[in-house]
């Protein structure tokens, strides 16, 4: 994997790319103080996953991610601060960061991050891979999509049922969007899905992102609560890292502990692009 770095203090970005480098984790193709010439510099190198401190003079981390997510969406990004104010981290979880590491920088904990965020970027890759040789004409036909389309649904209503989530209303919005996707052949997408989706109900799509979000909220306590039973678990493991920010899985943690008045906010972007990666996941 390829990194670039982006803090205005040089001794936080010496600090990470000695991290990325001794523990082998990837490469750094560069590195910024500078947040506003560094969004040019971004895109120029188009690496993996960017390191992003989220309050730098000029340009603030969130800006920074959302103009180089507009143009290249595939860049991930993993943001750090030594912010604690519960409406910034959840503004930059909208942006589209995939991790919220609070500062000071914990090797383990940066070390973690940084092995999920490429694990899940290699899982979209082999998605990707996937789709590409079933889209092929040679083995593409009608009986081939429609078991396939079966599958991929009966998977997804089975992932749905095993973080607790079937009795919510949101839910079945989110397996007729996810039978929407399959029957057009197409990915989920931010910006456009879920109010094409609304459209076709004749809904807002405010109140249709509602239930969504109630739905994955639920998905979101029982996840948290399994790991408050079984730490190490290989369901709690994948779905807190896949469906949901581990973040906003700790945060509703500390919350079902009694450490927090406040649980995780969830991501309805980050659950369907997770969804569509178990899904596919053989």
């Known amino acids: ?47 993996d996953i960017v390191i992003v401190d989220l309050l730098m003079p000029v340009k603030d981390g969130i800006t920074v991610v959302n103009e180089v997510r507009e143009v290249n969406p595939d860049i991930s990004f993993i943001m750090v601060s ?43 890759s082999v998605v990707q891979g996937i789709r590409s040789v079933i889209g092929t004409p040679e083995i593409s036909n009608s009986v081939n999509n429609h078991e396939a389309h079966d599958k991929i649904l009966n998977k997804a209503k089975k992932i749905l049922g095993s973080v607790g989530m079937l009795g919510e209303s949101g839910t079945k919005d989110i397996t007729s969007v996810c039978e929407m996707l399959n029957t057009k052949g197409e990915k989920y997408d931010s910006k456009t899905t879920l109010n094409i989706y609304a459209e076709s109900l ?22 948290a609560a399994l790991g408050i039973e079984d730490y190490y678990s290989e369901s709690f493991d994948e779905f807190s890292h896949v469906l949901f920010n581990f973040d906003s899985v700790r945060m509703e943690m500390d919350l079902l502990r009694g450490k927090a008045q406040y649980g995780g906010r969830p991501s309805i972007d980050t659950f369907f692009e997770g969804l569509e990666i178990l899904c596919e996941r053989e």
């Open 1 to 47: 994997m390829k990194f670039y770095v982006l803090d205005d203090l040089i001794k936080s970005v010496k600090s990470l790319t000695n991290i990325i480098e001794t523990k082998n984790l990837g490469e750094v193709i560069g590195f910024s103080t500078d947040s506003e010439k560094a969004v040019g510099e971004i895109l120029s190198k188009s690496p």
């Open 82 to 124: 030594q912010v604690v104010d519960k409406n910034m981290i959840s503004d930059a979880y909208g942006s589209g960061i995939e991790f919220f590491i609070t500062k000071p920088n914990n090797v383990i904990e940066i070390e973690n991050v940084i092995k999920r965020v490429v694990e899940k970027k290699q899982l979209t």
């Open 202 to 223: 004749g809904e807002d799509p405010k109140s249709v992102k509602q239930r969504i979000r109630r739905a994955i909220k639920r998905g979101l306590t029982n996840v």
